[in-house]
């Protein structure tokens, strides 16, 4: 129907409302407008779907971060993802303790920094078991000494590099470390109403729990937004990761060693002529030393070929390959 009636459609209608087919109260709701609240202080930027996605992605950190410091601490390590969720960058600043240990990294060839973040009490529980301690941090929240922030700035490193390798099935980023902070006021990469994607994670290692927070804005992200979609991301690990599996069972068969036998012959004796057998004496076997020998693999016969001698070593020269069909050789 257009905007516009003519006057049949007028007339129509009248009708109608005159002997009950329509009631005004139907024309009233279907011509409302609906109206979706939207709250401007915060703007909902990412969807459900994007938020799950950076979920599956940091779920990957997760593992491969665990792995890494579990070789390093010699301990027990476990890092899940808590939660994922949108909030803004001054709800995430004033959220974090003083002081805390904060990395300022690049996420090139995006636009824009994000911000790994570590609980103290994990933090110094990395360092007390790298310098030769038990890793149990109970100590007062404290400002890290130089021997301390070298020893950080080299785990938060290494999460960077980790971090690029967790992001690549989305984009090829190559996140640095920019620079080292604790406190939390001195870091205003964006806006304070600007949206960020938080990605917190509960980490235990050994009898020490605390967070790791990874805050992205959504400048940064931005630019592949599409990218951020769950079936894309599965799509793409899927085929890699089967491209990879393939890989390394090609590569495990190929080191996997194999028992091989060569069968000169066969001869039947009985106990007795087995134990009178001595140095120099003859056994007679079943085929003509032309009829060349047997290689077989584990029980099956594969090859036939000619023994001879390779570099002052008994060797055998492969001429035949038998390939099995339907239970015989040929």
């Given at each position: 129907m257009s905007d516009i009636l003519s006057q049949n459609e007028i007339d129509?209608?009248?009708?109608?409302?005159?002997?009950?087919?329509?009631?005004?109260?139907?024309?009233?709701?279907?011509?409302?407008?609906?109206?979706k609240p939207y709250d401007f202080k915060r703007p909902?930027?990412?969807?459900?779907?994007?938020?799950?996605?950076?979920?599956?992605?940091?779920?990957?950190?997760?593992?491969?971060?665990?792995?890494?410091?579990s070789a390093?601490?010699?301990?027990?390590?476990?890092?899940?993802?808590?939660?994922?969720?949108?909030?803004?960058?001054n709800e995430f600043i004033s959220s974090l303790p003083n002081p805390s240990?904060?990395?300022?990294?690049?996420?090139?060839?995006?636009?824009?920094?994000a911000i790994m973040e570590i609980n103290p009490s994990i933090a110094f529980s990395i360092i007390d078991r790298l310098l030769g301690g038990p890793g149990d941090y109970s100590g007062k929240l404290r400002e890290p000494t130089e021997i301390e922030t070298t020893i950080i700035e080299k785990i938060f490193t290494k999460m960077t590099s980790i971090l690029n390798e967790?992001?690549?099935?989305?984009e090829n980023i190559q996140t640095k470390m920019e620079k080292l902070e604790t406190n939390s006021q001195f870091v205003q990469l964006v806006s304070p109403n600007e949206a960020v994607a938080l990605i917190t994670f509960n980490a235990k290692i050994g009898k020490t729990e605390?967070?790791?927070?990874?805050?992205?804005?959504?400048?940064?992200?931005?630019?592949i937004m599409p990218k951020l979609s769950t079936r894309i991301w599965l799509a793409t690990t899927g085929q890699e990761q089967s491209s990879s599996a393939k890989e390394v069972i090609i590569d495990k068969v190929h080191d996997t060693?194999?028992?091989?036998?060569?069968?000169?012959?066969?001869?039947?004796i009985t106990i007795?002529?087995?134990?009178?057998?001595?140095?120099?004496?003859v056994i007679r076997l079943n085929r003509d030393i032309k009829d060349g020998v047997d290689v077989r693999i584990r029980d099956k016969l594969k090859f036939s070929g000619s023994v001879g001698i390779h570099r002052n070593k008994m060797a055998v020269k492969v001429q035949k390959i038998y390939y099995e069909k339907e239970g015989s050789y040929e």
């Open positions: 129509a209608l009248l009708a109608a409302l005159s002997t009950g087919e329509v009631k005004a109260e139907e024309i009233k709701k279907e011509s409302e407008k609906k109206v909902n930027k990412f969807s459900k779907e994007q938020l799950n996605t950076l979920s599956m992605i940091h779920e990957n950190f997760a593992r491969l971060l665990t792995t890494y410091l390093q601490l010699r301990t027990f390590v476990q890092i899940n993802v808590f939660f994922v969720e949108q909030m803004t960058y240990l904060i990395s300022v990294v690049d996420f090139s060839p995006l636009k824009g920094a967790a992001w690549k099935d989305i605390g967070m790791i927070n990874i805050c992205i804005p959504h400048i940064v992200l931005e630019p060693k194999i028992q091989l036998r060569v069968e000169l012959g066969r001869a039947s007795g002529e087995f134990l009178g057998l001595s140095v120099g004496d």
